[in-house]
């Protein structure tokens, strides 16, 4: 099983940037897919990034197309989301996941492994 830390959330307001990461370990990471997903109050978890497991291949959820960027260091076994002009819809807790095959998914069901989430809010 991989264990998974995120750090990096806080407080930022509207038009900021924030860079959230996510330390792997207990799982070979370099062939591990790697995701991002968040949580609005009063929403159901949402994905918002993924990755495969080189980097090669990314996506966006629509609502963070051009603002975030997800990205991988395999040697650091850490995976990043670079998260700029946040706006207070970004409001939300950032959960890191990993998922036992090289290639990524946008489904929650897809992950097997999930961290504890960092929180993020945007003041407007």
């Known amino acids: 099983q991989v264990q998974l830390v995120e750090s990096g959330g806080g407080l930022v307001p509207a038009g900021g940037s924030l860079r959230l990461s996510c330390a792997a370990s207990?799982?070979?990471?370099?062939?591990?897919?790697m995701g991002w997903f968040r949580r609005a109050p009063g929403k159901e978890r949402e994905f918002v990034a993924a990755?495969?497991?080189?980097?090669?291949?990314?996506d966006y959820a629509d609502s963070v197309k051009g603002r975030f960027t997800i990205s991988r260091d395999n040697a650091k076994n850490t995976v990043y989301l670079q998260m700029n002009s946040l706006a207070p819809e970004d409001t939300a807790v950032y959960y890191c996941?990993?998922?036992?095959?090289?290639?990524?998914?946008?489904?929650?069901?897809?992950?097997?492994?999930w961290g504890q989430g960092t929180q993020v809010t945007v003041s407007s």
């Open positions: 207990g799982r070979t990471f370099s062939r591990t897919a």
């Open positions: 990755i495969d497991w080189n980097g090669g291949r990314t």
């Open positions: 996941a990993a998922r036992s095959n090289i290639y990524y998914s946008v489904a929650l069901k897809a992950y097997d492994a």
